[in-house]
């Protein structure tokens, strides 16, 4: 069986650790997985596919304002947990040295993080589809919270959250980042994410292509399970052995 103690000392003896987080982590936070038995999927109410669904956002961007506003537009109420504090507090020691991140919640940098790659974007930025002016997520969450669809105060046009919708390439950048921490890695922590949505879920296998380790903390299997030195379930549990690192 993996211990806490085992997993602390692959950490601490690092020397290119990176993090590669998911949903499961946020719901330690209060925010619900959107595919998990409270999340968006679940609801027979709504058609959760088309809520991020890029061509349906051109047509009707009123479908993903009425129905995202409960769940992306509350997160300046949510608090960093001790996933988010801890890694924090190891990247301020120099020993995480990047957070790649399938979450589009912001707790990362809420906690203290800095180096953080957003696979999937960002809603803390908007902007307008027609003539490309930026709006706050402080400007923005009032109009959603109403469930009312903003419109660009210059032209009338669609105004989008800066996160990656179906039908959309990831962030270009946030992605080479990622991919060449990915290879670097002689460990890669695996937190909260079943590894099941692309191309997120092939950067641990980058890592294991060039010889890195992978310790994954998951509720759920996932497919590299097997190809992992440390496999943990419960990640508030390991976390709290960790905090003393």
């Not at 709006?135 to 032209?155: D, G, L, N, Q, V």
Request: charged letters at 20%; hydrophobic letters at 40%; glycine letters at 8%.
């Amino acid at each position: 069986m993996n211990t806490a103690s085992e997993l602390a000392q692959l950490i601490s003896g690092s020397r290119h650790c990176v993090a590669l987080t998911g949903a499961g982590i946020s719901t330690l936070s209060g925010i619900p997985d959107f595919r998990g038995p409270d999340g968006l999927y679940r609801r027979k109410d709504i058609d959760a596919n088309r809520i991020f669904d890029l061509h349906y956002f051109m047509s009707d961007p009123s479908y993903y304002y009425i129905h995202a506003g409960d769940f992306l537009y509350n997160l300046d109420e949510k608090e960093p947990n001790i996933v988010h504090t801890t890694l924090a507090k190891l990247e301020k020691k120099g020993i995480i040295k990047a957070i790649i991140t399938q979450n589009i919640d912001l707790l990362h940098q809420k906690a203290g993080s800095h180096t953080v790659y957003e696979l999937h974007g960002s809603p803390l930025h908007h902007h307008c589809l027609q003539c490309g002016m930026e709006y706050s997520f402080e400007t923005i969450a009032p109009h959603a919270r109403r469930k009312e669809t903003p419109r660009c105060e210059k032209c009338g046009g669609i105004i989008k959250p800066d996160i990656v919708f179906f039908g959309e390439a990831l962030p270009e950048e946030a992605l080479a980042r990622s991919e060449q921490h990915a290879r670097k890695a002689d460990l890669m922590l695996v937190l909260g994410s079943s590894l099941t949505v692309y191309p997120a879920a092939a950067i641990p296998e980058v890592t294991l292509q060039c010889g890195g380790k992978l310790a994954i903390i998951n509720a759920s299997p996932t497919h590299l399970d097997r190809h992992a030195v440390w496999k943990g379930a419960d990640l508030a549990e390991s976390f709290a052995a960790l905090a003393e690192l």
